[in-house]
């Protein structure tokens, strides 16, 4: 057996025992540099890999290898950045199957055609994207659109809580389209801007002009979709958009912070169409995936973290990747300017206001009513009126509920807080929304993600 196939055969067995996103930051370009009688020495591209290899998956490589060399008892590794037989590259084992060659989109837009604004920030890639068992799901199928869009999963329709990467997967997959195929006219954007777009097209009379700008594109990628709920004009006009994009096999990419079913307001043909494609959602990151993230980012900016900060840091910080990633760039600049490395005590002094732990504060009315009435789209003051319209009765009678439900709220309490009611209306509203949520699975949801916002207020 070659030191490459001994390497390979270990990547197979820790390829199925951790996570993807830990197996591809910590394993990818390491390879056996030498083995000897009773030792293994692998070969790492940076710092990192190699503390982390020696640190914590060091009983688990020797386990593997004793299963073909027996003596061997201890590994060592060393940083080399360059293997002198490429065919021992991990690449060629994070994918199983067999590459598939790379079929040529068949959208082939003429040259002559006018190049367009594609509002793409080209530091959003895939390369820098960490995989973990949360977007697994959505990233296979950008990966599957920028090399072939609109063939497989048209629209795409990715969902998931705020900060969480999903604007990053749609601008990588724009950005790997163009590289693919640089004649293709792709274009990113959010609802809030297509919105605000078309108004001004219609108060300059020319909205035929601007539905024609997106018609023409070969792909079109719509951040922040829920945003469209209550616009009616808007919905209208995106409406014939979609159609004309999709009829031509156009891709359209598509992204929220909710399921198409939890948008409130929306248009019925919108929302079958919405989920007529590929629907993919994006949750939290684990603590596997969410270590590979810190470690991706100490080596795309250069910087040294012990690892018990990194697990710490990791532990504490879980809501959403961007809370992460906001709280390591603190660090790294605050201790690159003082030329020094902190220690763990400095950085749960500097991260004490964000992390998520010690923010968390006992859940409120007030937080209740905020994130129901941002949910429905309604203003406070209307849940406490008097007005009988569904679009406010709604929120009224879900936000009734939660305030029983979560909080333990005696129903006379929560008649006064919701406008100075009676306690018999308080009771009637939780038991119809009880009742409802038994066979409203779209309720259901909404309820779900209700709750998934009471941190942020």
């Not at 949520?437 to 709750?451: A, G, P, Y």
Request: with cysteine; net charge neutral.
């Amino acid at each position: 057996m070659t030191n490459n196939e001994l390497w390979q055969a270990v990547l197979g067995e820790m390829e199925l025992s951790i996570s993807k996103a830990s197996f591809t930051t910590w394993f990818k370009n390491t390879f056996i540099q030498t083995l000897q009688k009773d030792k293994i020495v692998v070969a790492v591209p940076n710092i990192f890999a190699k503390e982390w290899l020696e640190k914590k998956y060091k009983q688990r490589i020797l386990d593997s290898v004793r299963h073909h060399f027996p003596a061997v008892n201890s590994l060592l590794c060393v940083i080399e950045t360059e293997e002198k037989d490429s065919s021992k590259s991990i690449d060629s084992i994070v994918t199983r199957s067999p590459e598939k060659p790379k079929q040529s989109s068949k959208i082939a837009p003429p040259s002559s055609r006018p190049s367009v604004d594609n509002n793409l920030n080209n530091r959003y890639m895939f390369e820098n994207f960490v995989v973990g068992a949360n977007n697994e799901l959505a990233f296979a199928a950008c990966q599957s659109i920028s090399e072939t869009p609109g063939t497989n999963y048209n629209p795409l329709f990715i969902y998931g809580g705020v900060g969480l990467g999903k604007t990053h997967l749609l601008q990588s997959t724009g950005n790997s389209a163009i590289k693919n195929n640089p004649s293709l006219r792709v274009r990113y954007l959010s609802m809030e801007r297509f919105t605000n777009e078309l108004v001004d097209a219609i108060q300059k009379s020319k909205a035929k002009e601007f539905k024609n700008n997106y018609i023409d594109l070969d792909i079109l990628i719509l951040d922040d979709v829920q945003f469209l709920a209550g616009k009616e004009k808007t919905q209208e006009e995106f409406f014939h958009v979609f159609e004309s994009l999709y009829q031509h096999g156009k891709q359209i990419i598509l992204s929220s912070d909710r399921a198409p079913k939890s948008i409130p307001t929306l248009e019925d043909r919108l929302r079958s169409r919405f989920e007529g494609g590929m629907m993919a959602d994006v949750g939290k990151p684990d603590l596997e995936t969410r270590v590979a993230i810190i470690g991706k980012k100490l080596l795309e900016k250069q910087f040294e973290l012990d690892n018990e900060i990194i697990e710490y840091l990791a532990q504490h910080i879980y809501h959403n990747v961007r809370e992460l990633e906001g709280a390591l760039n603190k660090i790294i600049v605050t201790y690159q300017l003082r030329n020094t490395n902190p220690s763990l005590s400095d950085v749960v002094d500097m991260t004490k206001d964000v992390i998520s732990v010690n923010r968390q504060q006992e859940l409120t009315p007030k937080k209740i009513l905020k994130s129901v009435a941002d949910f429905y789209d309604v203003k406070i003051d209307e849940i406490f009126s008097r007005c009988r319209k569904k679009k406010v009765v709604k929120p009224r009678q879900v936000a009734i509920y939660l305030m029983r439900k979560d909080i333990n709220l005696s129903f006379p309490d929560i008649g006064q807080t919701i406008g100075g009611r009676d306690h018999s209306t308080a009771i009637y509203a939780f038991e119809k929304i009880e009742k409802e949520i038994e066979n409203n699975s779209i309720l259901e949801d909404q309820l779900k993600f209700i709750r998934e916002k009471f941190i942020d207020y």
